[in-house]
C-alpha cells in the first residue's frame, strides 16, 4: 500500500508548507546569523585581548615605575576577575612565569608556557600584541612589557570562551523564541486564510457531491455565496451550471416525455434493433400485433418472435440498413394469424448515435391487414354486382320467354283437348314455370333497390326472402316455422328491409348444415326505451350452431367473418347500418351447446342463434334520412 506523505485537506497543506517554509526559513536564518556572529564574536576577541594584554603590559609599565613589582601581580589578578578573561599571566623574558592568576577557583593556575607560546612571543614586535588560537575555541594574547626603554617581559592574557558562548547562545536563543512566535503567528494567519478559503471550497465540495447523489433533486442550489473573490466567482459560475443544467433536463424530460407518449399512442407499431437484429424496445402497439406483452419481445430476435418467412425478410432488411446505412421502404410481411391472415407494412431506418455510426435500426410497422381485406372484400363485392347485375339482366331476358312458354302450357290445357294424365302433366309444367317466374322477379326485386321509403307489406318481404331460400331449406332438411300475418305493413325502404332478412336467413342456414328448425317472426310492439315509438319487432332464430363468445363481440365490425373463404364479413355489417338508418335497434343472443366432458346422461343444451330486430314505424310524411351517419345509431348488441 502506498503511503501518503503529504496531507489531502487545503488547510494542513498550507499549514504543513508554511510551517515548513518558517522552518527553513528560521534555519537558513539562523546558520547565517551563527556564522556572522561567530566571524564578529572572533574578531571582538582578537581586540579585546589584544586591548587586555596592553593594558596588562601597561600596568606593568606604572608598577615598574612606581618600583612596586607587587603591584603587577596585583594587576594581573585583578585582570583575571574580568568575565571576559580565563587567565592572566606576566613572564618575564625568556618566558618563565612571574605572575598568574585566574577567574575560576576550580582550575590550576599554569606554572608554565607550552612550546607553541613560546614560538608565539618570540614574534612580539614592538608593542604590538598578537594574538594567536592555541586549540579549537581557545584564543591568547601576548605583548611586550617595556620599562625604561628595555624588555622587562610579557604580558599573557587567556579568554575565557564560555563568556563568548554565552551570548552566542544568548542571540540563538532570542532567534529561537522569535521564531517560535513568529511560526505560531504564520498558523495562526495561515488557519484564518485556509477558513475563508476552505469554507467556500467545501460548500461547493458538498454540492458537488449532493449534484452526483441526487441529480434529479437540486433542492441544496443556489449554492450560499460566502466569499466575494474568485472562490465566489467559482461558486456563482457552478450554480449558474447547475441552473442550466436543470434548464436543459427539464427541457429533454419535456422531450423525452412528448417522445414517450408519441412512441407508446402511436397508432403504428415502433421496434428497434440491434446488431444482432435483437429487441431493444417496442412500443405497445407492436406488442399487441405480435400477441406478447412488452417484456417478453426484448433481447429476444425476429426468430423468436414472428415465422420464418417474415422474420428471414426483416432481418435481411435491418442487415441491409447496418451495412449501407440507408433506409428500407414498403417491405410487406406476411403471414397466418389465429383468425385469419396478417399482412404488415415496414419501414427500416438507421438510428445514428455519432455522426457515421449506426448504432441501432428503427421498424415502424403498419397493419395492412384490414386494407387487404377490405381490397379482398371489395373484389368480392365487385363480383357479388357484376353477378346480380348479371343476374337481373339473365331474370330479365327470361321474361319474355317464360311469359310465351306459360301463354302455350295455358292454350295447351284449355284448348288443346288433353286427357288425364296429360292435362296433369300440362298443369305441373304451368305451376313450375310460374314458379320461375317468380324467382326471376325476385331476384330483379334484389338488384333494384328502392330509393324512395314507402309502406310495404311485411308478409311479401319475408315470403320472398324465404321462397329465394326455399330450395337450400329443402336441401338441407331446415324446418321453417313462419310467425307472422299477412296485415303487417311498414314504412321503410323495402329493399334495403329485404336485404336484412336475406342475410339473416342466411346466416341461419349456414349455421345448420344438418338441418334443423328455422323460426321468422314478426309482430307490432311498443319501444320499450320509448313507449312513443310504434314499430315492428322482428325474430329470425335457428337451432343452427351458435357464435362463440369472442365472435359475438365483432359479428357487427366490417369485415369480420367466422365463415373462412367463402364468407365478407359485410353482411352483418351492413344489416346494423340499414337498421341504424330506419333508427331501429338489432340485438343478438346465441349459445353454443357441447356434449358433456364427463360422461352423464344429462340432456345437452341447445344451441342457437336469435337475432331481435326492432324497426320503428315512422310518419309517411317524414323522410327517412339516407345517411347511416346522420341518423339515430342502431343500438347493436351481442349476448
Known amino acids: 500500500m502506498k503511503l501518503r506523505w503529504w496531507p489531502r485537506s487545503i488547510s494542513l497543506q498550507l499549514l504543513s508548507g508554511v510551517v515548513a517554509l518558517e522552518l527553513l526559513s528560521l534555519g537558513l536564518f539562523a546558520w547565517v546569523m551563527v556564522r556572522q556572529q561567530h566571524k564578529e564574536i572572533v574578531n571582538r576577541v582578537e581586540q579585546r585581548l589584544a586591548h587586555q594584554a596592553n593594558i596588562a603590559a601597561f600596568e606593568a609599565d606604572e608598577a615598574l615605575d612606581d618600583r612596586r613589582p607587587d603591584l603587577v601581580g596585583l594587576s594581573v589578578d585583578i585582570l583575571a576577575k574580568s568575565p571576559s578573561v580565563a587567565e592572566s599571566i606576566v613572564t618575564d623574558t625568556d618566558g618563565r612565569i612571574l605572575f598568574a592568576a585566574n577567574n575560576t577557583s576550580d582550575k590550576p593556575v599554569t606554572q608554565e608556557m607550552t612550546a607553541s607560546e613560546l614560538t608565539e612571543m618570540r614574534r612580539v614586535i614592538g608593542d604590538t600584541p598578537v594574538v594567536f588560537s592555541t586549540g579549537p575555541n581557545e584564543w591568547e594574547s601576548v605583548t611586550a612589557i ?16 564560555v563568556w563568548d558562548n554565552q551570548q552566542l547562545e544568548l542571540m540563538l536563543h532570542s532567534a529561537v523564541v522569535f521564531g517560535i512566535i513568529w511560526i505560531a503567528a504564520s498558523i495562526v494567519l495561515v488557519l484564518v486564510m485556509a477558513q475563508s478559503i476552505t469554507r467556500p471550497l467545501g460548500v461547493l465540495h458538498e454540492g458537488t457531491q449532493a449534484l452526483m447523489r441526487e441529480p434529479e433533486t437540486p433542492a441544496r442550489f443556489p449554492l450560499p455565496m460566502l466569499v466575494h473573490n474568485e472562490i465566489g466567482d467559482l461558486i456563482e459560475a457552478f450554480n449558474r451550471m447547475v441552473a442550466s443544467i436543470e434548464e436543459q433536463r427539464a427541457g429533454l424530460s419535456d422531450t423525452l416525455s412528448l417522445l414517450d407518449s408519441m ?47 417474415p422474420a428471414r425478410l426483416l432481418e435481411a432488411a435491418i442487415t441491409q440498413v447496418f451495412a449501407s446505412d440507408r433506409p428500407m421502404r414498403d417491405i410487406e410481411l406476411s403471414g397466418e394469424g389465429a383468425a385469419w391472415n396478417w399482412t404488415w407494412i415496414a419501414n427500416a431506418y438507421p438510428i445514428r448515435t455519432l455522426q457515421h455510426q449506426v448504432r ?66 300440362v298443369r305441373m309444367a304451368e305451376h313450375e314455370v310460374r314458379r320461375v317466374a317468380e324467382i326471376t322477379q325476385q331476384t330483379l326485386r334484389f338488384y333494384r333497390q328502392s330509393t324512395q321509403a314507402a309502406r310495404a307489406r311485411l308478409s311479401d318481404l319475408l315470403d320472398s326472402v324465404l321462397s329465394l331460400h326455399h330450395v337450400r331449406l329443402q336441401h338441407r332438411g331446415i324446418r321453417v316455422e313462419k310467425r307472422y300475418n299477412s296485415e303487417i305493413d311498414l314504412y321503410c325502404f323495402a329493399g334495403e328491409i329485404r336485404q336484412v332478412f336475406a342475410n339473416l336467413v342466411g346466416n341461419a342456414i349456414d349455421s345448420m348444415p344438418d338441418g334443423g328448425r328455422l323460426i321468422v317472426r314478426a309482430r307490432r310492439v311498443t319501444d320499450t326505451r320509448d313507449p312513443a315509438r310504434q314499430g315492428v319487432r322482428f325474430t329470425v332464430a335457428d337451432t343452427g350452431c351458435g357464435i362463440a363468445p369472442e365472435a359475438r363481440k365483432h359479428i357487427f365490425e366490417a369485415f369480420f367473418t367466422t365463415k373462412e373463404v367463402t364468407g365478407t364479413g359485410l353482411g352483418l ?64 348488441t351481442a349476448d
Open 263 to 309: 412512441l407508446a399512442n402511436a397508432p403504428i407499431g415502433f421496434a428497434f434493433f440491434d446488431r444482432q437484429t435483437r429487441f431493444v424496445r417496442v412500443n405497445r402497439i407492436f406488442a399487441e400485433m405480435t400477441s406478447r406483452s412488452m417484456s417478453r419481445l426484448l433481447g429476444r430476435t425476429l426468430d423468436d418472435v414472428l415465422p420464418a418467412e
Open 146 to 161: 617595556h620599562h625604561a626603554g628595555r624588555l622587562w617581559g610579557y604580558a599573557w592574557v587567556h579568554s575565557d570562551r
Open 360 to 425: 441501432w435500426v428503427g421498424v415502424i410497422v403498419l397493419d395492412a391487414t384490414d386494407r387487404k381485406r377490405s381490397e379482398e372484400a371489395l373484389r368480392k363485392t365487385e363480383k357479388l354486382a357484376a353477378t346480380g347485375r348479371l343476374a337481373a339482366s339473365i331474370a330479365h331476358e327470361i321474361n319474355n320467354p317464360l311469359e310465351a312458354i306459360t301463354n302455350l302450357l295455358y292454350l295447351m290445357s284449355n284448348h288443346a283437348g288433353l286427357e288425364e294424365p296429360t292435362l296433369g302433366w
Open 573 to 636: 355489417w351492413v344489416s346494423s347500418e340499414i337498421i341504424a338508418k330506419h333508427t331501429g335497434t338489432i340485438r343478438v343472443r346465441s349459445r353454443q351447446a357441447d356434449a358433456h366432458s364427463d360422461g352423464s346422461d344429462r340432456p345437452v343444451e341447445q344451441s342457437g342463434t336469435v337475432f331481435s330486430l326492432f324497426v320503428p314505424d315512422l310518419d309517411p310524411n317524414r323522410d327517412l334520412n339516407p345517411d347511416p351517419s346522420c341518423a339515430t345509431a342502431a343500438q347493436s
